[in-house]
């Protein structure tokens, strides 16, 4: 360790693994191709150094692939690096591949033994936490049964309950969540949290950022093979989310192209959605939207959002014959169709006003205050009598994202107040 005070140390890691090109399924394919055997070489960590104090609790946050759980998995010693160095310090509890040393003909008591033998405790030791692992899986009753008899989900719990019990220096784990049911889940968190404030070093790969801000005390963010930020989880996750929300919005764009690629391919196609569209839109046509956009804080058209971020609709309209008594209106509804608001200039007692003249109004909502999903916004110009003029369903399609882990389809501001 070239530094004493750390518990990991990991310089200029790099690793790759071998691709292999598909042969092709058909048999032209095969044919052509038989001899073909060749692979690439993907590189999926570039060069990456780190280091984990004694202690600290780090979180790994990046996308799909990007090479989280091989980071944890050379940790672990399940895979080793092409080249660079892993040192580590004490005894290591991994949570990857729970059970793998499980024999199923064995009862649970016996896998305990055998299983924390792996992780290197004497049988006193095991003696000494026996009672506390068999408490900690709640699978008292079964523990004398072969584990063969034990559904995957109790499986889990007990291979959880070993490795989370054996004292190790550090413990690293993949999605600490996957394991059990909602309480256990919970069970399992608060004993990390334990485990964390008795000076145990933590690694955590997670997509759960509001979990790796609860326990972490860094986040490293891997993208492309390298680390492109660590520091405090709360900021690099607000980057990490940036990045991805403009990756995301790149591929609303491609797949814009895509399907505009396809509709001049097939007019039919287009003739049906045409079709669809004009249900969508209804009305006198006397006025009619011509310009729909969302707007950021900062008055960029956008179409993610995070949750209390403002959010500002600024219409423009057409008028073709004068409307009396105009009301203008909007609603939100999440994807799976659940009107989550709807309020119009009557509602919201606007005075009066008649439209003569193409003319925009603006609507601003200082804090959407929405949970993450996918929203469609209706936006209407009615006659007073409620017959409508433009009746546009589903004029803008926008998502809300947030680093928090609340649930349900508002963010209620609210405050806690513990005596305890
Ligand atoms: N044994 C292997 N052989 C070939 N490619 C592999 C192997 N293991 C991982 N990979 C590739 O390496 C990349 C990184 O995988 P890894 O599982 O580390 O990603 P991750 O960041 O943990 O992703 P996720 O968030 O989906 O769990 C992926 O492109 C994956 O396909």
Redesign the pocket.
């Known amino acids: 360790m070239k530094n004493e005070e750390n518990a990991i140390e990991v310089r200029d890691v790099t690793k790759t ?3 292999y090109y598909d042969k092709g399924t058909e048999l032209k394919e095969k044919l052509l191709f038989w001899k073909r055997n060749r692979y690439e070489n ?1 590189v ?1 960590l570039d060069h990456i150094s780190f280091e984990v104090k004694k202690g600290e609790a780090i979180g790994l946050v ?1 996308k ?8 944890l998995k050379m940790l672990t010693r399940i895979i080793y690096p092409n080249s660079g160095e892993i040192e580590m310090c004490g005894r290591v509890s991994s949570l990857i591949e729970l059970g793998a040393g499980f024999h199923p003909d064995m009862s649970g008591r016996e896998n305990i033994y055998t299983n924390a033998a792996i992780f290197g405790l004497t049988k006193k030791e095991i003696d000494e936490r026996l009672e506390e692992i068999i408490a900690f899986s709640e699978l008292e009753e079964f523990i004398d049964n072969p584990v063969r008899t034990y559904s995957s989900g109790m499986y889990t719990r007990l291979a959880f309950s070993v490795a989370i019990n054996v004292d190790a220096d550090i413990l690293l784990i993949d999605e600490i969540l996957a394991v059990g049911d909602a309480n256990f889940q919970a069970k399992c968190f608060n004993k990390l949290r334990e485990i964390k404030a008795s000076g145990t070093t933590i690694v955590i ?1 997670s ?1 759960s950022l509001g979990q790796i801000e609860q326990i972490c005390d860094r986040s490293i963010w891997i993208c492309e093979g390298k680390i492109a930020m660590e520091g405090k989880p709360k900021e690099v996750h607000l980057e990490y989310l940036d990045y991805m929300n403009t990756q995301r919005i790149d591929q609303q764009e491609k797949e814009r192209l895509r399907l505009q690629k396809l509709e001049l391919q097939n007019m039919q196609a287009e003739e049906e959605k045409k079709r669809k569209a004009k249900m969508k839109r209804y009305g006198s046509e006397d006025a009619k939207f011509t310009q729909i956009k969302m707007l950021d804080a900062d008055g960029k058209e956008q179409t993610t959002f995070r949750t209390g971020e403002k959010m500002v609709l600024d219409l423009s309209y057409h008028v073709e014959k004068k409307v009396t008594d105009a009301v203008f209106g909007y609603g939100i509804f999440r994807s799976d169709g659940l009107w989550v608001y709807g309020t119009n200039t009557r509602i919201d007692r606007v005075d009066n006003f008649d439209i003569d003249k193409d003319g925009r109004f603006v609507i601003t909502m200082p804090e959407l205050n929405l949970i993450p999903g996918q929203y469609w916004l209706d936006i209407t110009i009615e006659y007073g009598e409620g017959n409508p003029v433009d009746y546009y369903k589903e004029a803008l399609k926008f998502e809300v994202v947030s680093n928090m882990t609340d649930v349900g389809v508002a963010r209620i501001a609210h405050s806690w107040e513990l005596e305890i």
Do not use: E, Q
């Not at 799909?64 to 980071?71: E, H, M, Q, V, Y």
């Open positions: 693994f071998k691709v993907r999926v990046g799909n692939g990007c090479g989280k759980s091989t980071t790969v997509h």
